[in-house]
């Protein structure tokens, strides 16, 4: 076990009980912020230089698991949260010193925040762009300092100009406003997962960056290890996942435990119901699949840019075909446990109504999204294009 891992366990049972002030307050609660940076998870993937670990993948994603195990929203903002070093370690240097670097606010404790959703609006102007949109779903925001955001150029008349990629933006928390009472949801309520809005606001070149190309400037950047070769669907997609698959294994800890002690209505030990176990039976087994699954295709990828081997599209969407199976098979087997768990399991004061409906508002992030997914794999397979929207 390493370090960050041994941290999470000494925090494990504040986790837990923090997870309800936490849903109700619509973000983490600053204890819990707290906690986590205490623990180290979200700079995991961060560079050395600046504090961080640099840690093997699987490393950071079981860490996210053992988080949100305990507490579905703590959890999810740790994946999200913490994965974006990862890709801010590949931006030029400037930017890296202006986040963690001796003049930052937090140094090397910063918090980065999303969504990557290319909802802004980019227009060229000299040394840079003018930015303004709305996004939805930033996670964390509350407790981060800066924020990359996608965003399309469009040309003088605000015409999208489809000719020219994706673009992540990299702001400051002064260049944009957090809506206030953006997060009213019936999942996931401890996330904060807010609005933000950019109004106008110039963004330098140099803060304006081609995702897909980051890969190409790796070495000269001095960030050519295996760490920040793994491709960018697999590391974001798999923190939805991974978010995912932790909710799962809570639940099913819930389950368990409220089972061992919940007697029926017919006064009989829940625990002996053979219908029951059957139900635990199947979805443990499932859950473990599902988490083995994903673990040994993060490995696996790993491994092949440790060796220095192009990631071919047929193994990224290979994983990305695995990681919404697992999720949507981890699902269904929070599903089946629910239905056998009685109507007490409703009441607001049992831990697992609360991880049934994160494990349910998970499932709307496009990132879990099955069919276009299988598609995708599909349509690879048989020599086909992959339709734009799959991500891989």
Not at 8 to 21: M, S
Not at 142 to 148: E, G, M, T
Not at 194 to 217: E, G, H, N, Y
Not at 339 to 355: E, M, S
Request: aromatic share 8%.
């Amino acid at each position: 076990m390493n370090e960050v891992r041994e941290r999470i366990a000494k925090i494990g049972d504040f986790l837990e009980e923090n997870g309800p002030a936490c849903e109700e307050l619509g973000r983490l609660t600053d204890e819990a912020a707290e906690r986590l940076r205490w623990s180290g998870i979200v700079k995991m993937l961060q560079p050395r230089e600046y504090g961080g670990e640099e840690a093997h993948p699987v490393d950071f994603f079981e860490s996210v698991m053992e988080v949100g195990s305990r507490s579905g929203s703590i959890g999810w903002v740790s994946g999200v949260v913490g994965v974006h070093p990862w890709e801010m370690a590949q931006v030029d240097p400037s930017v890296q010193e202006q986040v963690w670097g001796a003049g930052a606010p937090d140094g090397t404790d910063t918090w980065i925040a999303s969504p990557y959703s290319p909802l802004g609006r980019l227009r060229r102007v000299d040394g840079g762009y003018v930015c303004n949109g709305r996004w939805s779903f930033s996670s964390g925001t509350d407790h981060c300092s800066w924020i990359i955001l996608g965003a399309l150029v469009t040309g003088a008349d605000g015409t999208v100009d489809r000719s020219e990629p994706v673009r992540h933006i990299i702001l400051p928390r002064s260049d944009y406003e957090i809506v206030a009472d953006s997060w009213e949801v019936i999942g996931l309520e401890g996330t904060g997962s807010k609005d933000v809005v950019i109004t106008d606001t110039f963004i330098p070149d140099v803060r304006v960056i081609d995702p897909d190309a980051l890969p190409d400037t790796l070495a000269e950047r001095g960030r050519d290890s295996a760490l920040y070769r793994m491709p960018f669907a697999v590391m974001f997609s798999g923190v939805i996942a991974c978010g995912s698959l932790a909710i799962a294994q809570g639940a099913l800890r819930s389950f368990v435990e409220y089972a061992g002690t919940r007697v029926d209505s017919k006064g009989s030990a829940a625990a002996s119901n053979p219908h029951q176990l059957v139900a635990l039976g199947e979805a443990s087994a499932d859950i473990a699949a599902s988490r083995l699954q994903f673990l040994d295709d993060i490995k696996r990828i790993y491994d092949l840019a440790a060796a220095g081997a192009e990631i071919p599209a047929a193994a990224r969407l290979e994983v990305r075909r695995n990681q919404v199976r697992a999720v949507r098979r981890a699902m269904n087997a929070v599903d089946s446990l629910f239905v056998h768990a009685g109507g007490a399991a409703l009441r607001r004061d049992q831990q697992f109504q609360r991880f049934f409906r994160d494990m349910h508002a998970a499932m709307n992030h496009a990132n879990n999204a099955a069919e276009i997914t299988y598609e995708g794999y599909g349509r690879h397979l048989f020599g086909l294009s992959v339709p734009p929207g799959v991500r891989y």
